[in-house]
């Protein structure tokens, strides 16, 4: 499997498993993922294309974290859902990822919510016939550490998702 990354802004995919396509460029400006690209649009219908220029020209900003050592590129998610829990970050993915092993686990997704001590505490969202608690407490600090340890876990029926299989974010504060 080839691990594929774009946007519709890049007209598709521009990084094949973690390379840039000849002609593309991409780097980290502040821990978010910038591009430029012969296949960029040129602007949103209503409004410009917003951009970073520094001396190496004008980047496109992408919404993603990541970084880029040695060419290589490395997608951490969309910078809007990343959880900042006592002053740490959570990428989601990465803790979804680590989660997925868990045997009897059916479906998770991970998500933030305000705290007023923690800033945001980490809330996992589990489709499982049987408790998986300490078994994802235990995969959070062994892969992580305690700062990615779920302060809530809670048992839903189903997790949403788009039609591609993509988790669909902006749904999960329904299952609260």
Not at 1 to 23: F, K, N, P, Q
Not at 28 to 33: K, N, S
Not at 34 to 59: H, I, K, M, N
Request: hydrophobic share 40%.
């Amino acid at each position: 499997m080839i691990a594929t990354w774009g946007l519709t802004e890049t007209a598709s995919g521009i990084v094949y498993d973690g390379r840039a396509l000849a002609h593309v460029r991409v780097k980290a400006i502040q821990g978010e993922l910038c591009v430029q690209s012969p296949t960029l649009f040129r602007a949103y219908r209503d409004a410009p294309r917003p951009a970073y220029v520094d001396d190496e020209g004008t980047w496109f900003p992408t919404g993603d974290g990541g970084s880029v050592d040695d060419g290589k590129v490395r997608v951490q998610g969309r910078l809007q859902f990343v959880i900042s829990t006592g002053g740490e970050k959570v990428w989601p993915e990465d803790l979804e990822k680590i989660f997925a092993a868990v045997d009897g686990l059916n479906d998770v997704a991970i998500t933030g919510v305000d705290d007023p001590e923690w800033g945001q505490r980490v809330v996992a969202l589990v489709v499982s016939a049987r408790s998986v608690d300490e078994e994802l407490r235990a995969r959070a600090i062994e892969h992580l550490g305690p700062w990615a340890v779920p302060k809530e876990i809670r048992y839903v029926t189903a997790i949403p998702r788009t039609s591609n299989g993509k988790i669909r974010r902006s749904a999960l504060v329904n299952l609260f």
